[in-house]
């Protein structure tokens, strides 16, 4: 039996991938800052340690046929040491890792936002370079560690390669269905432009089923995956403020009717990063540029490539899925604390 380590196990896809892992019949073992408990119960061996001790990480991949590399800070604000000792340096661990222990396969994570710089991205594919400006540490820190990723595939130290899921949702999600629902009972939630840009997203399920589907073409020694990266998406892009629409109107909310111009919310962003740095504030800008960005501009991307090498194909059905959420979302906005379940 294969015994496969997931970095960041404990977080939205790191969780779902054990979860699907386990089922499939491997040995999983989680290496994590904490343990999980829920997630014990599914047999799992935990190793806990930080991804950016690098020899917590080598010893964590001794007797691993495989990897999924998760673990990853993300965000869109934030001091670029802390990023890169996580997303960039954290990775080269694991690399350096893989490479030592001779493991089969190794599946990173990515992001889209490595190819993002601030332009529309309409149907793009992985031909499309990495940008020459970032507007936060979060992509930039993404891109490098992707390309050490694919360099050490490249080279035939390691066989690798790169997933790119875009905006993960569903049912537990602590990132996206949270942001949207605190802005809006804050009332700092404005349609950014016209709202009629088209975004990709992809429901956990499918972008955890996606790295299985690396994972294994990569352990069966699938020269046609090594080296590459990878869109994954729910292979349908919706209009940006319909998707934000849904996730209030499902959670019980009134829809904010405010607007902004994106040329406007761009320069309040370039604007309010400038003097959060110069007064050393902590705490995430109302409006960055990186935000703006992503609110007003088309960014969904061709799966093609996943689906004829990876066999990727999306299975989740959205109604449904957002039924399932229905509750959850309610109780989200209706708490002082919005608690994020497991």
Not at 15 to 33: D, H, K, P
Not at 135 to 152: G, M, N, R, S, W
Request: overall charge positive.
């Amino acid at each position: 039996m294969a015994r496969i380590l997931v970095t960041g196990y404990g977080g939205f896809l790191g969780r779902e991938i054990v979860r699907q892992l386990c089922e499939a019949g491997f040995s999983v073992r989680g290496f994590a800052r904490q343990r999980y408990a829920d997630l014990e119960q599914l047999g799992l061996e935990i190793v806990q340690g930080d991804i950016t001790n690098r020899a917590q990480v080598i010893s964590a991949v001794s007797g691993c046929d495989a990897i999924v590399h998760t673990a990853a800070i993300a965000g869109v604000w934030g001091p670029w040491d802390k990023y890169y000792r996580i997303n960039t340096a954290g990775t080269s661990h694991i690399v350096e890792a893989a490479v030592r222990h001779k493991v089969r396969g190794l599946v990173h994570t990515s992001s889209p936002s490595v190819t993002f710089a601030a332009v529309h991205q309409s149907g793009i594919d992985e031909t499309s370079e990495y940008p020459q400006r970032w507007l936060c540490a979060y992509p930039h820190t993404k891109a490098l560690a992707e390309q050490t990723v694919l360099d050490a595939a490249r080279n035939g130290t390691v066989h690798a390669c790169a997933l790119r899921p875009h905006l993960i949702w569903g049912y537990g999600d602590p990132h996206l269905f949270p942001r949207v629902i605190q802005r809006t009972r804050a009332g700092a939630l404005k349609r950014v432009g016209n709202g009629k840009n088209l975004v990709d997203v992809v429901h956990v399920r499918n972008a955890a089923r996606a790295h299985l589907l690396a994972l294994q073409r990569l352990c069966d020694g699938d020269a046609r995956v090594n080296s590459q990266a990878f869109f994954v998406t729910d292979g349908q892009p919706v209009e940006c403020w319909s998707w934000i629409t849904r996730i209030i109107e499902t959670a019980g909310l009134r829809v904010p009717t405010a607007r902004i111009s994106y040329r406007l919310a761009f320069q309040i962003g370039a604007v309010l990063e400038s003097c959060y740095r110069l007064a050393r504030v902590r705490s995430e800008p109302p409006m960055t540029r990186f935000v703006a960005a992503q609110l007003a501009l088309d960014h969904y991307f061709s799966i093609d490539k996943a689906r004829n090498l990876l066999g990727y194909a999306p299975e989740v059905d959205v109604d449904a899925e957002f039924q399932r959420c229905r509750p959850w979302l309610t109780q989200l906005a209706n708490s002082r604390n919005q608690q994020i379940p497991t």
